[in-house]
Nanobody, 122 residues
Framework: HVQLVESGGGLVQPGGSLRLTCSGSADAYAYRYHMGWFRQAPGKKREGVAAIDSAGTTSYADSVKGRFTISKDNAKNTLYLQMNSLKPVDTAMYYC????????????????WGQGTQVTVS
């Protein structure tokens, strides 16, 4: 069973930056799980923000391209999301997720989830 714990959320002004961290079970990093960041705002569906595959290839939602960067440190069992030039529309609960084998980047394609960390841009 893979456990994931997010941290790093908070309140930031528009234009500011935050770095989210997802610490997890060693298996997820040792076996190069496919991992991603998702977010969900009140009253909205959970949406993908960024993903990184077992080879380190990254992908991003159009709304965050050029502002957010996903990265992973397998030696530290940690996934990161660097968020710059934050906007009020980025306000949401942010979740990290993992799956053993890549099957897509939709929320339903991921098996393991953290509890989330709140990001508020105001």
């Amino acid at each position: 069973h893979v456990q994931l714990v997010e941290s790093g959320g908070g309140l930031v002004q528009p234009g500011g930056s935050l770095r989210l961290t997802c610490s997890g079970s060693a298996d997820a990093y040792a076996y190069r799980y496919h991992m991603g960041w998702f977010r969900q705002a009140p009253g909205k569906k959970r949406e993908g923000v960024a993903a990184i595959d077992s080879a380190g290839t990254t992908s991003y939602a159009d709304s965050v391209k050029g502002r957010f960067t996903i990265s992973k440190d397998n030696a530290k069992n940690t996934l990161y999301l660097q968020m710059n030039s934050l906007k009020p529309v980025d306000t949401a609960m942010y979740y990290c997720a993992a799956v053993r084998y890549f099957g897509g980047n939709c929320p339903s394609d991921f098996r393991y989830w953290g509890q989330g960390t709140q990001v508020t841009v105001s």
